[in-house]
């Protein structure tokens, strides 16, 4: 076969995999290499050549790579947790900065249990043991999940179009993880399993040093925020995708998605109750990741205080840019406006101060176009009863409001932390949620095919990682926007949009993943999502103008 790598044509035997036609490249690299793409598709490295394409090799310090380490790292634990607590069972609960977060059931976890969980796992990676993908038709599953009575993977098989079902073994112990892993255990090179509050924390490293263990991000009310919704979800019997299709399934979905939206307008008074009992505050700051729902937030929130006699004003930080001339460049020499250097901090502060003492503004207008600010006498001034309500990605930093005291603010973070499940050690990544609602709503009201947001995504997400993610932990309060349902309601809409991107093109590995999730979910209609809910940000037909 011809393949072509790094620009070089390889003739090849067919039938060969790519960790034999790589295997020096793979063995020499500076950063370990768990999973290849091959035609524009994740695959292992065992994945045997069949046709002719192009190979491109998936190291620890790409977002794909990384997130296969830490597949195969939670492969290892859940393997090291069966030979040494049979009887034990865990469950992933969600990821934090560089960790992620399970418990064991009803099983108090101590020291000990962390000190032979972490030899164990030491053992497993040392050995360097080869973990082979297994496939097997829909009777040899069939007869492989009776016969083991388990459950692992099985969505896999409840889902009729699959006639392959896959399975991951590693001497006697065999797994799936809705993803590629890698082909041995010694592929990891850094982790650390710590006790952390009622469970442990799994720590790994970062893209941006893949070799080493980061210092631990304390990151308590992002953790409350998710184990509020954890908890919730696990009495309501709502936190696996089995449980979401069962209710689809026996037509139950209605309270569910009456149950999630009760609990998001629950939320969204409490904040404004509390808003309205400390008379100091002035101004609400409002900052999440993109595709949080932040508009319908502030909406919402917005009619909220006026049940609370208190009338939001919204100023936009986007008019306040400094001068083009004066804007930042990122290291390749372009304009980085998402700097907070990008806006005009002095005056930004100046009107800010103004109004809250209640002076008569004029608000400038930012034309684009031209790079400057206009003055069009539009003028501001605040009543007594009136509060300033800004949204913007610098809202958590105090240096964006670094004149306006501290108890006259209140900071709200905003984020989709989903807490939807595959399994028990397969957890739905939150980024994963918030781009296939940005796919749906850049395609549907902005003109972007599916093909673009996933070309443009990185450099989105690297913006959050540095001007929202370090911030997050300053918020008064956190609002998880994520609907337990909201996946049923997306798939209908994102499935199409994604499968318009064709295999000759690099975005086709990502959005053949996300489809590999979407499979699993059964379909929910957008007509059952109510016309107030924040989901209608993304999928239209919603109460609120945008």
């Known amino acids: 076969m011809k393949i072509r790598y790094h620009e070089k044509e390889l003739?090849?035997?067919k039938g060969k995999t790519i960790y034999e036609i790589l295997k020096d490249e793979i063995e020499n690299s500076k950063y370990t290499v768990v999973g290849a793409i091959y035609n524009n598709e994740y695959t292992i490295l065992d994945r045997k050549i069949t046709e002719d394409g192009e190979i491109e090799l998936l190291n620890t310090s790409t977002k794909e790579g990384m997130r296969t380490y830490r597949r195969t790292l939670v492969y290892i634990f859940a393997m090291a947790l069966k030979r040494i607590f049979p009887d034990y069972s865990a469950t992933v609960n969600y990821q934090m900065a560089n960790a992620i977060y399970c418990d064991l059931g009803e099983v108090e976890v101590t020291d000990e249990i962390i000190?032979?969980?972490?030899?164990?796992?030491?053992?497993?990676v040392k050995s360097d043991l080869p973990i082979k993908q297994v496939t097997m038709n829909r009777e040899e599953a069939e007869e492989f999940f009776e016969k083991n009575n388990t459950k692992r993977g099985y969505l896999q098989f409840e889902l009729k179009s699959n006639k392959k079902i896959y399975m991951y073994f590693c001497e006697d112990y065999f797994n799936y993880c809705y993803g590629i892993i890698a082909n041995r255990t010694g592929a990891i090179k850094a982790f650390k399993v710590i006790k952390y509050d009622k469970g442990l924390l799994i720590r790994y490293p970062s893209v941006e040093n893949p070799n080493q263990v980061p210092i631990l991000m304390q990151n308590k009310k992002l953790k409350w925020a998710f184990d509020e919704y954890n908890e919730?979800?696990?009495?309501?019997g709502m936190n696996a995708v089995y449980m979401l299709n069962e209710a689809v399934k026996q037509k139950t979905i209605k309270d569910v998605i009456m149950l999630d939206e009760a609990l998001h307008e629950k939320k969204i008074a409490n904040i404004a109750d509390k808003i309205a009992k400390d008379r100091n505050i002035k101004m609400i700051l409002i900052a999440g990741p993109s595709s949080s729902g932040k508009t319908t937030f502030a909406q919402r929130l917005?009619?909220?205080?006026?049940?609370?006699?208190?009338?939001p004003v919204t100023i936009s930080v986007?008019?306040?840019?400094?001068?083009?001339?004066?804007?930042?460049?990122?290291?390749?020499?372009?304009?980085n406006f998402e700097a907070i250097e990008a806006i005009d901090l002095k005056l930004f502060n100046d009107h800010l101060t103004r109004l809250l003492n209640g002076e008569e503004v004029e608000i400038p207008k930012f034309d684009?176009?031209?790079?400057?600010?206009?003055?069009?006498g539009t003028k501001l001034k605040l009543e007594e009863n009136e509060v300033l309500v800004i949204e913007g990605i610098h809202c958590l930093n105090d240096r964006l409001t670094s004149s306006i005291p501290k108890e006259q603010k209140f900071k709200i973070y905003i984020s989709a932390l989903t807490v939807l499940n595959m399994d028990r050690y397969t957890k739905i990544s939150s980024s994963d949620v918030r781009l296939i609602r940005r796919i749906v709503r850049d395609y549907q009201f902005r003109g972007y095919s599916a093909k673009h947001t996933i070309d443009g995504w990185a450099s989105v997400t690297k913006g959050e990682v540095e001007n929202i993610f370090p911030f997050q932990e300053e918020a008064d309060v956190i609002f998880n926007?994520?609907?337990?349902?909201e996946l049923g309601v997306l798939k209908g809409l994102a499935t199409?949009?994604?499968?318009?991107?064709?295999?000759?093109?690099?975005?086709?590995?990502?959005?053949?993943?996300?489809?590999g999730i979407l499979k699993y979910i059964r379909s929910i209609p957008a007509s059952e999502v109510p016309t107030n809910s924040l989901l209608k940000e993304f999928v239209g037909g919603g109460d609120f103008k945008y």
């Open 232 to 236: 919730i979800h696990k009495i309501l």
């Open 368 to 376: 684009f176009l031209e790079g400057t600010k206009r003055y069009n």
């Open 496 to 515: 199409p949009m994604l499968k318009e991107i064709t295999q000759d093109e690099k975005e086709y590995a990502e959005a053949g993943r996300l489809l």
């Open 318 to 335: 986007d008019n306040y840019f400094v001068e083009r001339k004066d804007t930042p460049k990122d290291k390749d020499g372009n304009y």
């Open 302 to 311: 917005g009619i909220q205080l006026r049940i609370n006699k208190i009338k």
């Open 115 to 124: 000190k032979k969980l972490n030899v164990e796992m030491e053992n497993i």
């Open 481 to 485: 926007t994520s609907l337990i349902y």
């Open 11 to 13: 003739e090849v035997e």
